[in-house]
């Protein structure tokens, strides 16, 4: 009769578990699941919105089951979900207005000959599931993920350099291109959620911006877009963007730090910020 025991298997389940569990283990989780529904972004049209609403169920299973929280940053009713995506939706197309007034004599326009309708659909479509998927990933896992472990600040800092720095594969990205939209993306939309808590309003506030940049025929992060003009630099790059966009011009920063800091202001007033000190608790 043998006396050789074997391991018990419970040990390293517990140990996964607890894995699993913790910010980091739910925030690469998460990540995996919803990068996967973002694949179907690309597809647009209805596709686009169907990869938006998965991304959603599987950033509320990983949360409720995994970081075992409450998700009222998702909540439909209870967050005033429209309110808040108009909300931001105004903001975004402000800032867009803002910056496209400053700099009108620095752009050629001209209208661009198709179906409107189809055109803002088809591109309503993409960006909506762009919007979603991007702030589930940046704003709703990792940039709460990190708080928990190094409080809002850093967290801010990190996912508005790691923002930046994905896009810098990107047609056309220099360092400036990255630098100026992890200020002007990975700031104000960071501050946007701590000061909200509410990730629609960053949605909406996303949404706006590349549907706004889209539409007047700008590129968008680098990639062409087809929108309803036909939009030419004509001023230098670092006021208008060059070939990359908007994103990398000087005006856009400016202003969107202009809004980030009164929204910083008010998250710490409303005591929406995890100090370092607190976040291991």
Not at 93 to 112: H, N
Not at 210 to 220: R, S
Not at 240 to 265: H, K, Q, R, Y
Request: a positive charge; glycine letters at 12%; charged letters at 10%.
């Amino acid at each position: 009769m043998s006396m050789t025991r074997t391991a018990s298997p419970q040990p390293t389940r517990q140990k996964a578990g607890r894995f699993f569990q913790s910010p980091l283990g739910w925030m690469l989780t998460g990540i995996v699941g919803v990068g996967l529904a973002s694949s179907l972004v690309a597809a647009g049209g209805v596709v686009a919105i169907v990869g938006a609403v998965v991304a959603v169920v599987i950033y509320w299973a990983v949360m409720r089951h995994l970081a075992r929280r409450d998700v009222p940053e998702i909540a439909i009713a209870r967050s005033g979900a429209v309110t808040q995506t108009l909300f931001g939706v105004a903001i975004g197309f402000a800032l867009i207005t803002v910056s496209i007034l400053t700099l009108l004599t620095e752009f050629s326009f001209d209208e661009r000959p198709g179906d409107g309708l189809s055109i803002v659909a088809s591109m309503a479509a993409v960006q909506v599931g762009a919007a979603v998927t991007e702030e589930l990933l940046f704003r709703g896992l990792a940039l709460q993920a990190l708080e928990k472990l190094c409080g809002s600040w850093a967290a801010l800092a990190i996912t508005a350099a790691l923002f930046g720095g994905l896009h810098a594969a990107n047609p056309g990205a220099t360092l400036w291109s990255s630098t100026a939209i992890a200020i002007e993306a990975g700031i104000l939309l960071g501050a946007a959620f701590l000061w909200t808590r509410n990730i629609w309003f960053v949605v909406g506030l996303h949404f706006a911006w590349n549907t706004g940049l889209g539409l007047i025929g700008i590129p968008v992060s680098g990639h062409a877009s087809e929108g309803l003009m036909v939009t030419t630099p004509t001023g230098p790059d670092l006021v208008t963007g060059g070939d990359f966009g908007l994103e990398a011009s000087i005006v856009p920063v400016i202003i969107s730090v202009l809004i980030a800091i009164p929204m910083l202001i008010a998250a710490h007033r409303r005591g929406n910020l995890i100090p370092m000190r607190r976040s291991h608790r």
